[in-house]
């Protein structure tokens, strides 16, 4: 109810949006106006330019209870830390380096003293990771559960940024580490949860996952592998952090940069613990790797000419390669066979093979 | 429950230390290291150092419903053109200029796409009257109710940040604008909710108390007297924006410089509407003026060679001067008796006034 009568509002579910559209719907009105505005909405981080050399970068997250984190299996500490290293992973997508955040929560009365410190030790683990410094926040009540804001500032050099858009045709696309053991991290998480809830006696079996819950629970920001690019002087035409899964973003650089991606099934680098639990699982690893999200890898694209630097070093694969916009965006699996990789994700049910447990 | 069993933590509650005693305990562990980073937490602002000629100032909020608004009389727009100006307040604070925002919401499904549009079209109207954009933001569900998030950036040239910190002995304590009208607006709203749940039919009866009202949900930020402050060639020795109120700010002040400050009941700038309005409602109005907050007027420090200049602009009160440590923090009523100002404000309850409504 509101006591002002004046507002006669539509009543549009934002589910017709989808998060994505409603952004694009917010925010299409807003013009940056201020010369120190370089950029506004759209990339990993707004880039702004306070500065001759360098442009400053600054990136947000909001993080709910329920939604984005369970306390039942997402221990405090572990929450401060990723809240951090995940939007550290955003300026690093920039192709910067993260300098500085700040960290609003609101907590309800559940909340203890001890238990905010557990949350702010988890916070400043990642600080001392990452070299950044916790420079402001907020601390509020909270009716219902634990809210975190987190916003992070960076910097990057000038001629090194790197934006969603300039994938050029021909460029190589490469992604860092190895993909879907967040995923299936998560999922080992639930299933703990499930049997905990029927049998609140009954320990938790997390052994020999430790890698997919360590990258579930302590996701890292790819900080280094942009120094090794750095040191290899390559600035990678377009780039974007794995959040919200590879397909997803494929989307977003083949949509910003104005191309097409392809990239192959045989080249998707899946660790092998993660080949054996998704089995374990009764799930499909390529599926895992390609939709699953939160492994915070860079996905970036380069041009051929430095092919040579990256083709031996592990923590680099390439999957694919940038096309012209009219080939549309593809996975090619290992029967030669081509997949228009839609917002959907590739999905071994929707693709009409064996179906598997999603 | 968590089927984490290694952390037997405390359950101290959070009110034992206060919010500002929690921030103050969280982040003492947490040191600047960058350097960057001017001066993190205990201003208005974060104070980074990006460029040669000026500083960059990052200021958060976040803002939770059923904390900081209740929907039944703020309405979306006027809470959305709040949340900014309320943060650009925290830039004019530094003797800064605001230049971008970054906003985040956590919705939950009963608002809808309408809704969020309203709140949008009040952050762009504060975006337009204060020329800063929105390059940023994050939205997300939320379980509960509507938790915003903003983050502004802004800019001070270095010869002119004021901190809260810089406030010396014979400074001249100076207020902008008027006091507790806000605090007023608040209960004339908390009255006409009250009416509407008991008599749903029943119109608000607002009349008569636009200012209030205006003060209460359309708070602006002092940009324009930053300005005259600048022409005026005076920088604030310190300053501080009243969100909390008077007391709470001049504390803030005295703590930080290590003063003593000395106000004056007879100084308080009150608009006679609010004078009249506190009568009509049984309250003080040097309890509002005093304690109300959410004024967003600027309380700062200047040396006294600058007194000619403000002395007959309407805008600028000179309230009281600054003192010895030793002095105290006092207010001295009409009769010039002293009255120690404290944590708790200056209350007639407490101080064995006529006791009157809080």
Redesign the interface.
Known sequence: ?????D?K?????????G?FG??E???K??????K??E???GDD??V?N???D?F?L???????????FD???S?LKHLGYKAVAVNVSDICAMNGVA??V?V????S?R????????L?SGI?LA?AKY???????????????L?L?I?V?G?VNKKKISYRSGAKENDLVVVTGDLGAAYLGLQI?KR??EI?LEN?GV??DLQGNDYSLQRQLKAEARVKLIEVLNELKIVPTSMIDVSDGLTSEILHIAKQSDVGITIYEDKLPIDHTTMNLARELNLNPIFCALNGGEDYELLFTISQDHYEKLKKDVDFTIIGHVTDKSEGNNFITNDSSSHPITAQGWDPIINNKKPQEK
Not at 1 to 5: E, L, R, T, V, Y
Not at 111 to 118: D, L
Request: proline share 4%; hydrophobic share 35%.
């Open positions: 109810m509101s006591i002002f009568k507002n509002l539509q009543n549009t579910p934002v589910s017709e949006l998060e409603l952004i719907h917010i925010t009105s807003f013009d940056c106006k201020n120190s505005s950029k506004g909405v981080a707004a702004l306070f500065s001759k360098k400053q600054i990136s947000t997250d909001m993080l709910v209870e329920g939604v984005h306390l039942s299996y221990p300098t500085q700040t609003s929560i609101a907590i009365n909340f203890s003293v001890e238990a905010i410190e557990e702010y400043h600080c070299n950044i410094d916790l420079v402001g926040g907020d601390t509020t009540s909270s009716t219902s559960g809210v804001s916003s500032v910097e998480l703990e949860k905990f609140p320990q938790p």
